[in-house]
C-alpha cells in the first residue's frame, strides 16, 4: 500500500514545476536555482567540508556577471554568494562560541589577517567611496573565511582534504585550458587573440596566467607521493601537461618569471640556504638596485623587442620600457599610485577605489596608448603599491608581513615535518604561493575569487602543517 511520503513529493514537484513554469512565462526564471540552494544550505549543515570542496571545484568555472553585461554587478556565480552564506554561518557560530579550531584561531598569521581586516574597515571610514570601500572589505572578508578559517579548519581535521583541496581547483582549471586552447587555436593561437580567449572564466590572461602559475608547483609535487596508483599518477601527468601547456600559450610573461623564480628558490632551498641567508642577499640585491638604477634604466631602455607571438622575442620583450605599451602602462600606473599615496600617505583612498581615483595623478609624460581617464582600465597591477595607494603605508605594512609570514611558514614547515608526501606538497604550496606575490609585483587579483581560493587556501595550508609539525616536535620532546 503506498505510503503518504511519495504522494507529497510528486505533489511538491508538481507545485515547483507549475511555479516555475508562471515564472519563466513573467521572464524570471531564476526560481530553477531553487533546488540547488536547497541542497546547499543542507550541505552548509550536514556536509560542510564537502560544500568547501565544491565551493572550490566552482572558482575556476565561475563567471562575473560584468562579463554578461547583466546589471553592472561585479559578482562572480556561483562562488560569491556561496561564500557571503558562509560568511553568514560563520559569524552566527562565533555568537554561539568558536567557529573554527581555537589553534588556528590562535596562530600570529590568523592575527595578522584580523589586524589586516580592522585596518581595511578603518580606512573605509575615512575612503574617498565608502561603498566601494565597503563592498571591497566584505569580499576581502568572505574569502578569508570561507578560504582560510573554515578550510584550514578542515585541513586540521581532515587531512586528505588537503590534496583533494588541491584537484578540486585544478581539475576545472585543466577544463578552462582545454576550452581556452581550443578557441585560441581557431585563431592561430596569436598573442593579441590570448589576451581574451579564456573569456568568461577569467577576466584576461594575466589573472588565467597567475592561477596556473601557482598550482603547477603543487602538482608537481602530488607526482612524487607513493601513495597514489600509476592510474592517478597518468591522471596527474595528464593534468600537469595541460597546465604547462596552458601557461605557455597564456603569454603571461609575469607568470613565466614567477615560475622561474620559484624554481631558483626551489634550488637553493635544496643546496642548503637558510632563510636568512637568502633575506641577506635579497637585501643586498635591492640595494645594489637602488644605487645603481640609473645606470640600469639606461641599459633596459635599449631593449626595443615589443612582445610578439614568437615565445622568444616574447621573452625578450619582459625588460622593455622603452616601447612595450604593455609595461609603459604599469609603470604609469605605478607613478600614479606613488602620487595617490604622497598625498594620503596614511590612510589611503579607500580598499577598492584606485581605479576610479589614478586619473588625474597621471603625469602627461607617463601616459601611454592605453591610457585611459575612465574607471574602467583596471587597477594599480601591483599587489604591493595598490594597498600602499588605497590604504596608505600599513597597507603595504600587512602585505609584507604577509610575505614574511610565508617565507618563515615556507622553510620551518621543510625543516619540522617528518612525513615525505607531506613535505613535498608542503613545499608544493609554498613555490605555488611564492609565485604569487612575485607575480604580485606586476599584478594584483586578490580581489577576485579565481586568486583568493589559491592565495588563502595556501596560507590555511601552511598554518595547519606549521601547527602539525609543531605538535610532532613537541611529543618525541615529551616522550
Not at 5 to 29: D, H, K, Q, T
Request: charged share 15%; proline share 4%; with cysteine.
Amino acid at each position: 500500500m503506498p505510503t503518504s511520503r511519495p504522494n507529497s513529493a510528486y505533489l511538491a514537484i508538481g507545485l515547483y514545476a507549475v511555479v516555475l513554469s508562471v515564472c519563466v512565462y513573467f521572464e524570471f526564471p531564476w526560481l530553477a536555482l531553487l533546488p540547488l540552494a536547497a541542497l546547499f544550505a543542507w550541505m552548509a549543515f550536514a556536509r560542510l567540508h564537502a560544500l568547501i570542496l565544491v565551493l572550490v571545484a566552482a572558482v575556476p568555472l565561475s563567471i562575473n556577471l560584468e562579463e554578461l553585461e547583466l546589471g553592472g554587478l561585479g559578482v562572480y556565480l556561483p562562488t560569491e554568494p556561496l561564500l557571503a552564506g558562509l560568511l553568514v554561518l560563520f559569524l552566527f557560530r562565533s555568537v554561539r562560541g568558536w567557529p573554527v579550531d581555537a589553534r588556528l584561531l590562535g596562530h600570529p598569521f590568523a592575527w595578522w589577517i584580523g589586524l589586516s581586516i580592522l585596518w581595511l574597515f578603518l580606512t573605509t571610514l575615512v575612503s574617498s567611496f565608502p561603498l566601494v570601500s565597503f563592498k571591497f572589505m566584505v569580499a576581502r572578508l568572505w574569502f578569508v573565511v570561507g578560504f582560510f578559517f573554515i578550510l584550514g579548519h578542515f585541513f586540521l581535521h581532515l587531512p586528505k582534504l588537503r590534496h583533494q583541496y588541491v584537484l578540486a581547483y585544478v581539475m576545472p582549471l585543466c577544463a578552462v585550458v582545454i576550452y581556452t586552447l581550443v578557441r585560441h587555436a581557431e585563431f592561430g593561437f596569436e598573442k593579441d587573440a590570448g589576451h581574451w580567449v579564456m573569456k568568461p572564466f577569467y577576466k584576461d590572461h594575466t589573472s588565467y596566467g597567475a592561477a596556473l602559475a601557482m598550482v603547477i608547483p603543487p602538482m608537481l609535487a602530488l607526482l612524487t607521493w607513493k601513495r597514489f596508483s600509476a592510474f592517478i599518477k597518468a591522471l596527474l601527468i595528464l593534468a600537469l601537461g595541460t597546465l604547462v601547456v596552458g601557461i605557455v600559450f597564456s603569454y603571461t610573461r609575469a607568470a613565466w618569471v614567477s615560475l622561474a623564480a620559484a624554481g631558483v628558490l626551489w634550488g637553493l632551498m635544496k643546496l642548503g640556504f637558510r632563510l636568512r641567508t637568502l633575506l641577506t642577499i635579497g637585501v643586498l640585491l635591492i640595494g645594489f638596485v637602488w644605487i645603481a638604477q640609473d645606470s640600469l634604466l639606461i641599459q633596459l631602455q635599449r631593449n626595443d623587442q615589443d612582445s610578439s607571438d614568437d615565445l622568444t622575442e616574447h621573452v625578450e620583450s619582459i625588460s622593455n620600457v622603452s616601447s612595450d605599451a604593455s609595461n609603459l602602462e604599469r609603470l604609469n600606473r605605478w607613478n600614479a599610485a606613488l602620487a595617490m599615496f604622497r598625498e594620503r600617505p596614511l590612510t589611503g583612498w579607500g580598499g577598492g577605489t584606485y581605479q576610479f581615483i589614478y586619473a588625474p595623478f597621471q603625469r602627461a609624460e607617463d601616459r601611454t596608448i592605453i591610457s585611459t581617464n575612465n574607471a574602467d582600465g583596471g587597477n594599480a597591477h601591483s599587489e604591493y603599491l595598490g594597498p600602499l595607494a588605497e590604504q596608505g603605508v600599513l597597507g603595504l605594512g600587512f602585505v609584507i608581513g604577509m610575505l614574511g609570514f610565508c617565507l618563515h611558514l615556507g622553510f620551518r614547515v621543510q625543516r619540522r615535518m617528518q612525513d615525505n608526501d607531506e613535505r613535498a606538497l608542503a613545499m608544493g604550496i609554498f613555490l605555488g604561493l611564492m609565485t604569487y606575490f612575485i607575480h604580485g609585483v606586476l599584478n594584483n587579483y586578490l580581489d577576485t575569487d579565481k586568486a583568493s581560493a589559491l592565495f588563502w587556501g595556501f596560507f590555511a595550508l601552511l598554518v595547519v602543517w606549521d601547527l602539525q609539525s609543531g605538535q610532532e616536535k613537541l611529543e618525541p620532546a615529551a616522550t
